[in-house]
C-alpha cells in the first residue's frame, strides 16, 4: 500500500515522507486517534531542554490571516522527565522518534546530545532558532560560525543522525546550510517560524506575552518552499522541507522543490487528520501521475526549457 511513499532519510527509514513537525503533535500519543500509525514517517517531538521550562508568560497564540503565531516558549517537562516517563511509552509506536533539542548555549545542545544517544530515538533535530545567551541573545542559527559550531558539538556527542533545523530569519539560508553541512550535519529541515507581531488596537499593547512571535501555516508556504529549493540545490546531504504544508499539492511542491521528505506542522492544528489525508493525497497523485515511487519527484521542478 505505502511501496510508493517510502523514504530514507540520513539512514533512517521512512513509512511516507510525512513527518509531524516539532510543537505541533506533541509527543505523538494524543494524535494517533486521528492519524493512521501507516501514514506517519516520523515524529519530532517537541523542543526538549537540559531543565523543564514552564513556556512564556500571558498569550501564547495569535491567528493572523492565513497561519498563526506562537511564543510558547519551549514549554517541556525536561530530558529526564522525557528519557524516563515518556520515551518509553512512545518508543512502543512502530514509528522513528525523532528529538528536536534546544539550548541557551552550545554546551546544552551537547549536554542533550549525549544524553540522548543510547536512549533508542531515531535521529535528533538541532533547533539552532533559540537565542545564544552568551552572545547577546542572537540566535545560533543566523550566523553560519556559531551554526557550525553547535553541528560539531552536538556530532561530537552522539552517533545518532543528527538533522539541523535552519531559521528563516536569516539573509542567506544557503550559506547557513552549508556552513552546518561542513560541520557534520547529516540532513536540513527548514523552515522553522518566521519572527512576527500583532497588535490589539482596542489596548494598544502587543497580542502575544512575548510581544513577538514565530509565524507558521499556509502564509509562509511561498517563502518556505524558496527557501527549500534554494537550499536543496546548494548541499548534497538530505533536506526535510516544512513550512504551511496543508494539502499532498503542496507536499508535492516541496517534494519537486528538492525536499526529500516534508514535515506538517500548523495544519495539525486545523484538521488532526492532516498527515493521513495528504498520506492518501499522495497516493492517488502517484497513482494519476502514474508514478512508482515519490522519489521520482524529489528535487525535478522544470526550470526553464
Ligand atoms: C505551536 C508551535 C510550536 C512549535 N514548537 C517548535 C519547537 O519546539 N521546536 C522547533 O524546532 N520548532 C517548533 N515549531 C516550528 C514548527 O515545527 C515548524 O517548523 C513551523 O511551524 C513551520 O511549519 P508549519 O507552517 O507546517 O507549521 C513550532 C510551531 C508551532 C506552530
Keep these: ?5 517510502q523514504t530514507e532519510l540520513a539512514g533512517i527509514k521512512l513509512r511516507t515522507p510525512l513527518i509531524a513537525a516539532s510543537g505541533t503533535f506533541g509527543f505523538g500519543e494524543e494524535y494517533l486517534d486521528f492519524v493512521e500509525q501507516a501514514d506517519l514517517g516520523a515524529i519530532v517531538v517537541k523542543g526538549m531542554t537540559r531543565e523543564p521550562r514552564p513556556g512564556n508568560a500571558g498569550r501564547r497564540m495569535a491567528e493572523t490571516p492565513a497561519g498563526m503565531l506562537n511564543c510558547i516558549g519551549l514549554q517541556n517537562p525536561g530530558v529526564d522527565v522525557f528519557l524516563q516517563d515518556i520515551l518509553p511509552r512512545i518508543k512502543r509506536l512502530e514509528i522513528p522518534i525523532i528529538v528536536n533539542i534546544n539550548g541557551n548555549v552550545q554546551e546544552d545542545y551537547a549536554y542533550l546530545a549525549e544524553a540522548l544517544d543510547a536512549s533508542g530515538v531515531a535521529a535528533l533535530e538541532v533547533n539552532i532558532s533559540c537565542p545564544n545567551t552568551r552572545h547577546g541573545c542572537m540566535a545560533f542559527g543566523v550566523v553560519p560560525e556559531t551554526a557550525a559550531a553547535v553541528t560539531a558539538a552536538v556530532k561530537a556527542k552522539t552517533k545518532l543522525p543528527v538533522i539541523v533545523k535552519l531559521s528563516p530569519n536569516v ?18 529541515s527548514l523552515i522553522n517560524t518566521l519572527v512576527g507581531m500583532a497588535i490589539d488596537t482596542h489596548t494598544w499593547k502587543p497580542v502575544l506575552g512575548n510581544i513577538v512571535g514565530g509565524l507558521s501555516g499556509p502564509a509562509v ?5 524558496r527557501m527549500v529549493w534554494q537550499t536543496a540545490q546548494a548541499v548534497k546531504i538530505p533536506v526535510i522541507g516544512m513550512g504551511g504544508i496543508s494539502s499532498a499539492s503542496d507536499a508535492v511542491e516541496f517534494l519537486l522543490a ?7 506542522g500548523t495544519a495539525n492544528f486545523v484538521n488532526p487528520q492532516a498527515i493521513t489525508d495528504i498520506a492518501t493525497g499522495l497516493r492517488r ?10 522519489s521520482q519527484l524529489v528535487g525535478k521542478v522544470r526550470i526553464g526549457g
Excluded: C
Design 1 to 5: 500500500m505505502n511501496a510508493g511513499l
Design 171 to 188: 539573509t542567506d539560508v544557503a550559506e547557513i546550510a552549508q556552513a552546518v553541512e561542513a560541520a557534520g550535519a547529516d540532513a536540513v
Design 221 to 225: 508556504k511561498p517563502v518556505a518552499l
Design 258 to 264: 528538492g525536499a526529500k521528505a516534508v514535515a506538517i
Design 285 to 294: 497523485y502517484l497513482e494519476q501521475q502514474q508514478l512508482q515511487s515519490i
